[in-house]
Each structure stands twice: as C-alpha cells, then as structure tokens.
C-alpha cells in the first residue's frame, strides 16, 4: 500500500489540516436553523440524487465532540469548518438565533481544547432562503447583508480564530448555481451569473474590511482550481481553453490581487454586469495575509456550438473517481506555481481541500481505501515539488474528515477519511484516517 510523505517531509511549521462545511454535516433541521435555498433545491424533484437533504446529515450538531476528537487523534494541527448564515440569523438579516451561535461557540472552544487551530470559512453555500427570495447574490444589498453577518461572527468568535476566509469556492456560488443550475438556486441566467459572480467579490471585499475593523487578522479567501487543458491541439480548442481557464480559473483571483476581471469573461458578461461594477475594485482588492486553492481535477476543453462561452468538456485518459474527475496532481503542482508567479507572489498559499470521491464500503468493520490513500500521496508529492519550485505552500487541509451531504449527489460520492453509516451514523476511520495519522506523527 502506498505511503503518505511524513510531516517531515515539509518545511518547518507546514499545517495539515481537515476540512467540512455546516450544511454537509451538521443537520440542519436542528437548533432553530431557518431555511437555505438548499433546502428548497433539494425540495424540487430531479436536483438532488434520491431527493436527499441535509436536514440530519451527519449530525455533527450533535456529535461535534466525538468529531473533533478524531481531527485532533489524526494528528493534524487545524480544522476547518464554516458557520451556517441560516443557523446563525434564520432571515437572514434582523434576530439572532442564540443556539446557533452558541453552538459555533462551543465548536471553536472545543477545537482550542484539542489544541487544534479553528480556520473558519462564513459562507459555505447555504444562502437564508428569506434573502434568496430577494434576489439572493443576483441582489446588491448582498455584499451588506453579508458584511453584518460577518460582524455578527466577528464579533462573538473573532478572539479565538486562527484564520478566516469569507466564501467558499466563488465559482460554484457563481457560475455553477446560476448559469449551468446544478446547484442551488438552480438557475440558468446569463446575467443572474454576471451579477452574482461580481455581487460576491464585493461580498468578499466587504467581509474582509468588516473583519479587519473588528480586529480579526490571518484573512483570506478560499478558490477552486482546476487544470484546464486543450482536448486536442487544435487554435479552436486553445481557444475554448482560455475562455474556460478565464471563466474557472482567473475571474476570481484576478478581481481580488488585480482589480480587474478577464477579457475573455467579459467577452460575456459586459452587457449583464451592474452599473459602475468598475467602481468595485478598492473594496474587491481588500489586502490578504493567505490565499486558499480547493484543487480536484483536470478537464480537457474543446470548442462548443452556441452563444458564448462556446466551451464543452471532453473524457481524458487519466483514472477517475467515483464522481469522474480525472485524477492529475501534476494539475496541482503547475496551478501552484502559475498562481504565485501571476498572482499571488510571496503571500503564504495553502491547499484548503484537496480529496476524491469513492464508493466506499465497510467490509468486517474495515475500510481499505487504497484508492484515496494513493490520491493523497500523489497530491502531496505535487505540493512538495511546488515548495521546492519556490512556491509559498504553507499548509494542506485534507477534504473531507467525513463522509457526508456532497450537495446534488446526495449521499453518494464518499469523500471521508471517516466513513460515516447514515443510519446508524456510526463513524469509522477507513485506512486512509490511519495512514493519515501515521504520516503526521511527530
């Protein structure tokens, strides 16, 4: 079986990590949480595999204590989890739940028990379904709506964090929830997805400057990657490539070091994007201490008939997980290094997810993932020849702790280093938990 690299493989102070988000384990039919538009996505026939839902989840709510134990017996240094906006303020603006609160209270004060660095992510996806019915991130008044709700954390939390991030992998928020409608809300708008997408980064922008007012510090954001490679070697596929990568891969990291959004992306959006939407930028640029990459997969683009983007998807020759993601940590190793030398220079960079999607089975109360232990590794491997390459990398987050609600694929698509039974909700280390363990130790 394939070995991780050890801690001692890394630079001094390199942090691993696990990672989860609220909706995915927590249950959130519990502890007066009000309702997300997940919940109402979830709701409509055909969104989500089985019609399933995160009401009970893994029910972490419940089972943070026995969780949390099993971040810190792993080895690792931190945890990274995200509040729920819904559980904390269940319109979404307006009275606070104090059992939400309080229970996000108790998580980071059980995470500095354990001697585990709390990394918190606000917005992992669950939007108040009473602010989607305003418009949701198509709407403003977002960015503010956000900003108090980051006051609100801010203000009770912010002592204790060890980092903070504003929002979750932008681009699904974006482009994969309001122009492809595979997640929440569902829609398929070109200029719901203009607007939403810049709406965010003001969003961003705006938490940032809420957090540094309220004297929380190690800010910064958390972006989803992917390797995006022509599907043959053709000017047309090139082409599609760069409007994809501009589309995935710049829109985000651009508007936030840069100040400014990919030619080949408002190629689209200019007639869609909000008046004076320029005017954005000092807010957008907001300084950051770190900058998080959520890498999976590679994907070979070629040219599409139709309006623009003009882009489609083509299989690749590399072995696939559970969910079809070609598996290519070289993909890592060269995003890592393209990101420091065009955007982010010498401001520290760390993996936030990285993991894959397998059908995992407990066979005699055992699960032998050899697959995903073999992922990690590889992946791995690719940061340390990104760190020898010169590159910033300062820390590695393993996605998930647990097996759990992996959004429009329901309770399929395991992704845990902790195998969860959602019967029983039995929680059961596989062998990549153990290897895991292993390599960390000191």
Not at 38 to 53: L, R, S, Y
Not at 91 to 99: D, I, P, S
Not at 122 to 150: C, K
Not at 348 to 372: H, K, S, V
Request: net charge negative; proline share 7%.
């Amino acid at each position: 079986m394939t070995a991780l690299p050890p801690r001692q493989a890394f630079p001094q102070g390199f942090l691993f990590g696990a990672a989860t988000s609220s909706y995915q384990i927590e249950g959130h039919g519990f502890g007066g949480a009000g309702p997300t538009h997940w919940d109402t996505f979830a709701a409509t026939p055909g969104n989500v595999k089985g019609a399933e839902t995160g009401a009970r989840a893994c029910d972490h709510y419940h089972r943070w204590a026995e969780d949390l134990d099993l971040v810190a017996a792993a080895g690792f240094d931190s945890y990274r989890f995200s509040t729920s906006w819904a559980r904390v303020l269940p319109e979404g603006r307006g009275a606070v739940n104090a059992e939400g609160l309080d229970f996000y209270d108790r998580l980071v004060d059980g995470l500095l028990e354990r001697g585990l660095k709390p990394a918190l992510t606000l917005y992992h996806w669950e939007l108040p379904a009473a602010l989607s019915d305003l418009g949701g991130w198509r709407n403003r008044d977002v960015a503010q709506w956000f900003g108090d709700f980051t006051r609100i954390i801010a203000q009770r939390l912010g002592d204790r964090l060890w980092s903070v991030a504003p929002i979750n992998e932008p681009w699904c928020v974006g482009w994969l929830s309001h122009f492809l409608g595979l997640h929440a809300p569902g829609l398929r708008d070109i200029r719901a997805t203009a607007r939403a997408m810049h709406h965010l980064c003001l969003a961003h922008g705006t938490a940032i400057g809420v957090l540094r007012a309220e004297g929380v510090s190690n800010l910064g954001a958390v972006c989803n990657f992917e390797y995006a490679l022509p599907a043959e070697d053709t000017p047309e596929c090139h082409a599609a490539t760069r409007r994809y990568d501009a589309i995935f891969n710049r829109f985000f990291i651009e508007a936030m070091f840069l100040g400014r959004y990919p030619e080949e992306v408002l190629e689209g959006f200019a007639p869609h994007l909000p008046k004076g939407w320029e005017q954005d930028f000092p807010t957008i640029t907001a300084p950051l201490d770190w900058f998080g990459i959520n890498y999976y997969t590679a994907k070979r683009i070629a040219p599409a008939p139709g309006p623009w983007p003009g882009t489609a998807e083509r299989p690749g020759p590399l072995p696939q997980t559970a969910l079809g993601w070609e598996i290519c940590p070289e993909g890592l190793s060269h995003l890592l290094i393209r990101l420091r030398r065009d955007y982010t220079g010498t401001t520290p960079l760390y993996i936030t997810e990285n993991g894959m999607a397998a059908e995992d089975r407990l066979r005699d109360g055992r699960c032998l993932d050899a697959d995903r232990i073999a992922y990690l590794a590889a992946h791995l491997q690719a940061c340390r020849a990104a760190i020898a390459a010169g590159v910033p990398l300062a820390g590695y987050y393993a996605w998930s702790l647990l097996d759990n609600y992996e959004w429009a694929e329901g309770y399929s698509g395991r992704f845990g280093l902790v195998h969860v039974d959602f019967e029983s909700l039995q929680r059961t280390p596989k062998a990549s938990y153990h290897a895991v363990r292993k390599a960390l130790e000191r």
